[in-house]
Structures are given as structure tokens and as C-alpha cells.
């Protein structure tokens, strides 16, 4: 194999995929980035056997052919070379970078031994601008469940029904949901994604093609494509169930002003629990705390319709969801102290859609 290419088009091919790779991997050869060099383009792929990441990018193919090189060393060292073309021939398992100033031999691995690249028949098929892909994904990722929580809590749900797509994320705590009305399935279900997935779905450009299989997923974009293994669904909470339908106290109040507020009280509250007190009166939201560090009292105008109500919330999930909230005023419904509040922006109630447990008072 021999190409020449302008190195800043080959770095950024490697931003896209190296990122899947970890060096704790058993295995040398996922430490790896598969190379091939075909027909005037090179493909690099990136696999961690959960999630392959494939990009591909235009270069002078003068033999074509195909290897495994160490990805991390391969990274650093165009990194650091100076932004020019670079000719990269590899013969006898190792791997020659030429450049102005000299060269470098980097050890090759056996391309046979990578992991094969799953094939699917896809059962639904849909695109989405991207711009409205990542605004999605992005007002709901923040509430699926970190690292310490339920591994099925780690990933989003995609629920296709005959009324549209449901993207939904929860931790126990909360519930974001986007509902896309427009995006009718073939096959009516429910797949599982992993939340980091959605990470490496950024880096895909201008429109985005979504494959769902039974057991795989695909997002394509034009130079960047995305395999990865779905997480079981049928263990995914009952989302539905949990959403309040009777939740008729309502609190119509300024997103900002809400925000600014929550940030001031919220560092007068316990350092674990975080507990503000909202006390729900016509025409007023009374917000109060109390810690170590003394107490907090702030009265904000706001329009409430319902029976007056104390009720506790955590100021930090709370913020987490006012601050993916992008419309000026914001909707809280309320039921009951111990009841779930449905948190939505005004104007998008029929689109956007967070849940938020509240917190028992002492």
C-alpha cells in the first residue's frame, strides 16, 4: 500500500475515530485503526466491538491495500507534523511516514485479525438534518444515567409508533423526551442506544441517515459512519406509565429569571441534596433554602393557577433541565408534593417534554 495526502485531511479523519479506542483494550489489535486505501479514497474504521466508526476521505492512491496501524502513536505523530502532504507506504509490517524533513516506521498489524464490520438489513430507515439530530439529542442526553447508574438507564430510547418518533432518556430521577411527529416508522418499536453513541453521532455532518436492524443501528453521513450494537430494550422502563396526565396546578414563570434564581439559592442549600422549597401561591413563587453556610429567600412574580403548594426539589437536576430549555418562558404542572412535575418550554409542549421527581422536605 502507498498514498500521498495532505495531512490535515488524514488528522481529522482520526479526530473522528480515535476517540472509540481505549488503551486498557485486551486485545493490541482494537488499539489499532484499520487503514484501506481503494479507488482514490482511504477508510479508516475504529472498533471497540460494541460501536465501529468509519470515515472516509480523497487521496492519491498509488497502490492500493489495506492494514491495521497503532492508532494513538499514528495520531500524535501527524499532530506534530508540519501541515503538509505526506506519503505513507507499508511494506513487510511496518508502516513508513514520509515527510520534508525526514520519515518514521511505525509497526503494522495483521488487517485480517480486526473485528469484521457488522452487515444488517435494516427494518426502518429515516434521515434527519443533523442541525435537528443534535438539538435533539442533545436536550435529552444529560438525563440518562451516568456511569454509576442502571446500565440499561445508560442508554436512549428511540420508540417508533404510527404517531411519530418518541426519543427518550431517564436516570430514576427524571425523564427528557423529544416526540418527532413527523418520522412515522416502516416497522413500529422501540430500539436502545448508548448515550456516549451520541457523542460520536456529532461528528457527522450536514444530513444524517439512521439504519435500525434488529440488533445493530447505523447512522450515515457523508463521510462518517456509525455502527453500533443495540442495548436491550424490552428492559427499558415504561416510560408512558410514569408521565403524570392529571397534573393540573400550573406555573407559567420566566426561564432565565427561574435559572438565575435556582443559581443564587442554591448556594445556601445542603452540599449533597441540594434542596430548595418551593412554596406555590397565586401570582408568586417563594423560593427558599437553608445549610450550613445560613438561608436563602427570594420571591419571584409568576403566574400560578392551582391550590397553594410547598414542595422540594433537587436546584441541580432542576437547572439541568431549565438549561436545556430555549424558549423564554417555562411550564411547570404540578398534582401533589409527592407527585412527578412535568417541566415544558412554552409554545413546544407538544414536542419537549421533562419529568422531575420532587424531594421530600424535612
Keep these: 500500500m502507498k498514498i500521498k495526502f495532505a495531512k490535515s485531511v488524514v488528522q481529522k479523519a482520526l479526530k473522528v475515530t480515535t476517540p472509540i479506542i481505549s488503551e486498557r483494550s485486551p486485545l493490541p489489535i482494537l488499539q489499532t485503526v484499520l487503514i484501506e486505501a481503494k479507488g482514490g479514497e482511504l ?43 505526506v506519503t505513507l507506504s507499508v511494506e513487510d509490517n511496518t508502516a513508513k511516514l514520509t515527510f520534508s524533513q525526514g520519515e518514521y516506521r511505525i509497526r503494522t498489524y495483521d488487517p485480517d485479525e480486526y473485528p469484521e464490520i457488522p452487515k444488517f438489513e435494516p427494518k426502518n430507515v429515516f434521515s434527519l438534518p443533523t442541525s435537528i439530530l443534535h438539538d435533539s439529542i442533545g436536550r435529552i442526553a444529560f438525563a440518562a444515567a ?32 423529544i416526540h418527532k411527529k413527523d418520522i412515522k416508522p416502516e416497522i413500529p418499536g422501540a430500539v436502545l442506544v448508548a448515550a456516549k453513541t451520541w457523542e460520536y453521532v456529532e461528528d457527522i455532518e450536514d444530513s444524517c441517515e439512521i439504519k435500525v436492524g434488529e440488533n445493530n443501528i447505523e447512522f450515515v453521513g457523508e463521510k462518517v459512519r456509525i455502527i453500533t450494537r443495540l442495548m436491550d430494550a424490552t428492559s427499558y422502563p415504561d416510560y408512558k406509565s410514569v408521565i403524570p396526565r392529571e397534573n393540573e396546578y400550573v406555573l407559567n414563570i420566566q426561564t432565565d429569571y427561574l435559572i438565575k434564581a435556582l443559581r443564587r439559592v442554591n448556594i445556601f442549600t445542603d452540599v449533597v441534596a441540594h434542596v430548595v422549597k418551593f412554596r406555590l401561591q397565586p401570582d408568586k413563587l417563594v423560593i427558599t433554602s437553608m445549610g450550613e453556610v445560613g438561608e436563602a429567600h427570594e420571591e419571584l412574580i409568576a403566574r400560578y393557577e392551582g391550590e397553594p403548594m410547598d414542595i422540594g426539589f433537587n436546584a441541580q437536576l432542576l437547572m439541568e433541565i431549565l438549561n436545556h430549555i430555549d424558549t423564554d418562558n417555562t411550564i ?8 412527578g412535575v412535568l417541566i415544558l418550554p412554552e409554545g413546544k409542549e407538544e414536542e419537549i417534554l421533562y419529568l422531575l421527581m420532587p424531594t421530600r422536605l424535612v
Design 43 to 85: 477508510t479508516i474504521s475504529a472498533s471497540d466491538l460494541e460501536t465501529v466508526i468509519i470515515t472516509r476521505e480523497p487521496v492519491d492512491v498509488i497502490k492500493e491495500g489495506v492494514t491495521a496501524i497503532k492508532a494513538k502513536e499514528f495520531f500524535q505523530l501527524l499532530r506534530e507534523l508540519p501541515d503538509e502532504d
Design 146 to 177: 451516568k456511569k454509576e447508574g442502571d446500565p440499561i438507564l445508560r442508554g436512549i430510547l428511540l420508540d417508533f409508533s404510527t404517531q411519530g418518533l418518541n426519543m427518550v432518556a431517564v436516570d430514576g430521577y427524571r425523564l427528557a423526551m
Design 332 to 339: 411547570m404542572k404540578f398534582k401533589s408534593p409527592q407527585t
